[in-house]
């Protein structure tokens, strides 16, 4: 896949529409000098696309589960059939290594398949008896128009991971793609058309911020999906903030620690934390950027993982030995040269230092860096250590045992992923029942997940699980109901009311 992409437009109510914009260009941060496209958007198609899916919502919650069914079944096959094709446009579009976009195209084909599997048990009501001759039943609806917003690091997997769900429930969708991936966007509306969808049951608008303020804004939403920054969520907490009709749910970042005990496999351990803290160019919510060694194993473990990180691979995605391709923007570039200098000046030493890197081709390219911690933390918290910076970076501590480990690893507002090695499953589980975060992984690195479980964080990391399995439980609103088949005199009497 070479030369632009012609722009097909937003997708409303079945159709693609050209908004009357200016373009913007479309960069692939691995090559500037082969822009993907241009693309353009329109706020006001933001009112167009959610009156579109108010109107069909009606129709689409009432069909069948197995007509829903069919139609994401549809989806998984067109995908499929295009899944090199939609690699590709991963790659070039937001720079990830060809083998990691093609990991994730596969992705979407099996979150389908996950999602459909897990439909009954988290969409099929219930019925319990109450007591003698009444019985109870709780029914599971859809709730109407849902706002999914996604992110640019993956655009296809965790875009469909939302959607999927939203509208197996029987919701209606509006999707906005992240303004750095509206050509991945388009290439999924081009699925989704050809799932069979009746008109306005899913529905695309392109742009940056000015869209999604204005999708959020709309009073016929019922329900906003959003996968990003933690500024940008807490902007949609307080947008909806009178608004408790509108679900909202917040699937952000985290500052993810990774505990190394003595008894771990240290070339396990050395290993994983690499590819945690690099993979995607450290560009995942789930980056294992603080890793905290228990100080007697502190040398051998370095030696072992500044051998990895000299090992691996930088540069153009397309080339198949590359492990990290460039950063998504000049932006990205300049917050790691700012979060190095901040390491500097709070005295951690640089292990590797992040720099400009020349792949061949003109884009956005660093080399990854390395920092180890002096001295013991102490004060107040600071940018290098609290924040998270969604760049190739890792910090390293020495801790005592396993306790101060625990100790500084909750030492953070985020509360998203942790991984902790050890040989001791009764040391993991211990580290288990104390870590504040969603997802806690033994002998793996943070950035390992499955489409089966639940996945979300604590704290400023989001609202616990709006997505993995658990999507399908926020598409939905329970309905609960009391029946009663006694005959009158088998009723309840009430002090002071005459039957």
Known sequence: MSGLIPFRGNYIDGKFTRPNQQGQVSQSPGNLDQPVGVWCSDPKHADRAVCAAQKSFAQWSHVSRKHRVSALKHFARAVSRGREELAVLISREVG?????????????VSKIDVTLEHANTALNGYEVAVRKGVNGQCAYRPRGVMVVMGPFNFPAYLATGQIAPALLAGNTVVFKPSEEA?????????????????????????????????????????????TGSVPTGLVLRHALVDRPEVFLGLEMGGKNPVIVLSDASLSIAAYEACVGA????????TSGSRILVERKVVDPFVHRLLKNVDRMQVGDPADPSVFMGPLINAQAVERHRQVCA???????????????????????????????????LKGAGS?????????????????????????????TDYGLAAAVFTRSKRKFEHAFRRLEAGVINWNHSTVKASPKLPFGGRKRSGNDAPAGIAVLGTCVYPVASLSDSRVAKDRESYPGLIR
């Open 96 to 108: 990830k290594p060809l083998w990691e976009a093609r990991q994730e195209a596969a992705a979407v």
């Open 182 to 226: 509206p050509f991945v966007g388009q290439w999924l509306a081009q699925a989704w058309y050809s799932a069979r969808l009746p008109k306005g049951v899913f529905n695309l608008v392109q742009g940056a911020a000015e869209v999604g303020r204005a999708l959020v804004a709309h009073p016929g939403i019922r329900g906003v999906l959003f």
């Open 278 to 285: 690099f993979i995607t160019a450290g560009q995942r919510c």
């Open 342 to 376: 901040w390491a500097g000046k709070e005295g951690f030493k640089p292990l590797r230092e992040g720099k400009n890197f020349k792949a061949g081709v003109r884009g956005y390219y660093r080399t990854p860096s390395v920092h180890l911690a002096q001295q013991r």
């Open 383 to 411: 940018a290098y250590r609290d924040e998270e910076h969604f760049v190739p970076d890792m910090a390293i501590y020495a801790v005592e045992d396993l306790d101060e480990a625990l100790a500084l690893a909750n030492a």
